[in-house]
């Protein structure tokens, strides 16, 4: 996993915005995967300006979301479809129909999770993943305890997220839903290029174990290990807890220019 700690958001932004400019300069009907949460919202509003300066163009690429809850309302504000839609593609060109995500309101939920996953398979696969993480390694909503082969189906979130994410519902760890629909681990790994994003101290012992720990079901986001292109963009906050933090910052800055991300 290659890692790279900058010390301004802005410019963690940057460098996951010129990712998805170079993938996009190279193949406009790129699909992209997108993760809700406050880690991409910069990455977001990058990505708009660039669109709003004539750099970008989403108008032939595709997007699949990571998650949904399952039963708030269509018209919910934190349902994960209305968020994306707020913070991202109502700001761009995407066509209208572009983005999906997990229904978290079918009738029938496992028929809808297989369904979904078809539908990545149909479009050929997602050529890169944005993702956060949780303070528990999550990635998506797969809860520590996740099988590593999963693919999308229903969860129930841990009390630590349910109160990780209380913030979004004013507070009231009561108004979090107790079940969400997420891209399963395989799911996820089958993208082909994973870009995390983790700001803050509150991550710093994720991270650690997310790149320096032994892969495992306790913390998913280890299985970015086995990953053949999988990058993390860290703040000096989340990078706190990482061993080897010397040799990562080494690297990076004597990275030949033409090699990217
Ligand atoms: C949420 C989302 C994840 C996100 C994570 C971290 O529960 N389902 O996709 O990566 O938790 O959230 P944040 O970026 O707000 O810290």
Redesign the pocket.
Known sequence: MEVVILPERAQIAALAADCVETLLKSKPQAVLGL??????LALYDELAARHAAGRISFRRARAFM??EYVGLPADHPER?RNVIEREFASRIDMAPDAVRGPDGLAADLPAACRAYDQEIRDAGGIDLQI?????DG????NEPGSSLASRTRIKT?TPQ?IA??ARFFGGDRELVPRH?L?QGLGTIMDARHLVL????R??AEAVHQMVEGGVSAMWPATLLQLHAHATALLDEGAAARLQLAPYYRHAYAGKPPWQGL
């Not at 993760?35 to 991409?40: D, E, F, M």
């Not at 993702?131 to 303070?135: A, Q, T």
């Not at 999550?138 to 909503?141: K, L, N, S, T, Y």
């Open positions: 993760a809700t949460g406050s880690s991409p990571l998650d994960y993702l956060g993480i949780g303070s999550h990635i998506a909503f979130l997220t990780d994410n969400v997420t994003l983790a700001f803050g509150a991550k």
